[in-house]
């Protein structure tokens, strides 16, 4: 399995939903410190609904990638649904396996969302789990 | 001046590169791709010797030190201080009590600047560091800053990525009371002029620390040569263990200094408000030391003098010279740092329109190690006016093709992702 796969060029190439909102209800943005991706994420709401979203940014193919296959994958979702993404979902919409480095580029996205959305800021699946 | 290290090194026909390589277990293994390891300057790869040193300690004579009366013990203990004065031989030390073991060049700095610093630095006082120091020398010289209201101060880089001396009288003053400078930079192996800087420092009654991380594992560095007050270094960028790193200090500077972390071993007596502690190096050496992996050091220095530091440098300096021509010929490639004569066994670099990531990732495909990232050394990277780049680095064990291998690597990362937006 190859992390250059086409479908992953191809977000990357052409990303869906990229660009900016005028007035949108939430915008966040956030970089990865560890290689200075950045993600910009603008969502519309209504009742509850994500009606509209863009992404623009900066970074590697991962990154960006992973942020236009989110956006595809959220949009007309209601908000509180996408709080239940989890780190699994980002790896199954890129179709590959992501070593603990590469993880956060493709995580940047959810990370932003979930920030932007509810306040939360840490990597999503490094949450402080409890020692068995 | 300076005396560059090139300077009487013997001629390569000597270095059979073959030979040195399968003194490396690592280097040998049998995978779907090999390991091109061109990342020595984060961690160099360690020779068998190192290991079966270490393995040695502990199936035979694994025991604490210093106080066992019984023969393990006593072996450990000759075993750890013989490193010591190994250690100390190889950087051209007086004493052996001039070398402290620590974990590592982090450690090493930070034991200078919360000892001597918070004891001799105050407010008006100016620390001068460089625009290209790795952020373990600029941390803790920024904290010693918001303990003591000391101001740090930094030395610019050209654009070719060697120190901006002209002007240096303005920054270098009597307000000066320390240069805290890398030897080579971790990033674009420049290698500066220190010892002219500590003369200069010493001129103005400043003191001199020296980050020799990317140094002391190339070339020769004798510290009365250099006359440096402090020489900080990393065992696992010179063929020796992770956890062990050596701390060099002038014997009145470590003498009049307090003591750094309390506890076992670095005492004298102890009563029940106060104690009195125990002379050097075993003052900064609280509790149970990395005894296996400083005997795992000495094995890496007596390694680095069979093979001879010389040639080593004088090898590196061929796969830079052969790395450099070979990837200038790259279109869209941005090669930072000085022309191989001033510097060693570093290349740092970025391709036009691909993430260094993604390069890295590429590379990786093809079995070649290079690091990615800002190397820990972010004011660098703002001066170059980059997010991040790509750096290969080389130590004795590479080889010409490797540099082939590389290249191919960049290549094939910009068929994949060239015509990729932007």
Known sequence: MNIYEEDILDHYESPSNYGTLENPDISYEEDNPLCG???????????????????????CTISQAAASMLTEEIKGQRLDEVKRLSKDDILEMLGIPLGPVRLKCGLLALKVLKAGAYGLKGWPGEEDEETK | ??????????????????????????LKQENDLPLIYLDSAATSQTPDCVIEAMDGYYRTYNSNIHRGIYRISEEAT????????????LINARRSSQIVFTRN????????????????????????????????NLLPWQLLSQRTGAKVRFIEITDEGVLQLDGLERLLT???????????????????????????????????????????????VDVQGLDCDFLAFSGHKMCGPTGIGVL?????????????????????????????????????????????????????????????????????????????QKLSEIE??????????????????????????????????????????HH???????????????????????????????????????????RRRR
């Open chain 1, 37 to 59: 991706d950045q993600i910009r994420m603008d969502l519309k709401v209504e009742d509850g609904v994500i009606t509209d979203l863009r992404f623009c940014g900066h970074g």
């Open chain 2, 1 to 26: 001046m300076y005396a560059h290290p090139m300077n009487n090194a013997p001629t390569l026909n000597e270095f059979d590169v073959e030979a040195i390589r399968n003194d490396f277990s690592i």
């Open chain 2, 78 to 89: 000759a075993k750890y201080e013989e490193a010591r004065q190994r250690i100390g031989r």
């Open chain 2, 105 to 136: 060049t982090t450690e090493s700095i930070n034991l200078v600047a919360y000892s001597w610093g918070s004891a001799n630095l105050r407010e008006g006082d100016e620390i001068l560091v460089t625009v290209m120091e790795h952020h373990s």
């Open chain 2, 174 to 220: 009597d307000r000066t009371k320390l240069i805290a400078m890398t030897h080579v930079s971790n990033v674009l192996g420049t290698i500066n002029p220190v010892q002219q800087l500590a003369a200069a420092a010493h001129a103005v009654g400043a003191k001199v620390l020296i980050d020799g991380a990317q140094s002391v594992p190339h070339f020769d």
């Open chain 2, 248 to 324: 060099y200090g002038k014997s009145d500077l470590l003498e009049e200094m307090p003591p750094f972390l309390g506890g076992g071993s670095m005492i004298r007596s102890v009563q029940r408000e106060s104690s009195t502690y125990a002379d050097v190096p075993a003052k900064f050496e609280a509790g149970t030391p990395a005894i296996a992996e400083a005997i795992g050091l000495a094995a890496a220095v007596d390694y680095l003098n069979k093979v001879g530091l010389e040639a080593i440098f004088v090898h590196e300096h061929e796969l830079l010279e052969y790395a450099h």
């Open chain 2, 332 to 373: 869209g490639i941005t090669i930072y740092g000085p022309k191989p004569r001033q510097k060693t066994g570093a290349i740092t670099f970025n391709l036009e329109g691909i993430h260094p990531h993604d390069i890295a990732g590429i590379l990786d495909t093809v079995g070649v190690a290079v690091r990615a990232g």
């Open chain 2, 376 to 418: 820990c050394a972010q004011p660098l990277m703002q001066k170059f006016g980059v997010i991040a780049t790509v750096r290969a680095s080389f130590y004795l064990y590479n080889k010409l093709e490797e540099i082939d291998s590389l290249s191919e690597g960049l290549l094939k990362a910009q068929r994949i992702l060239t």
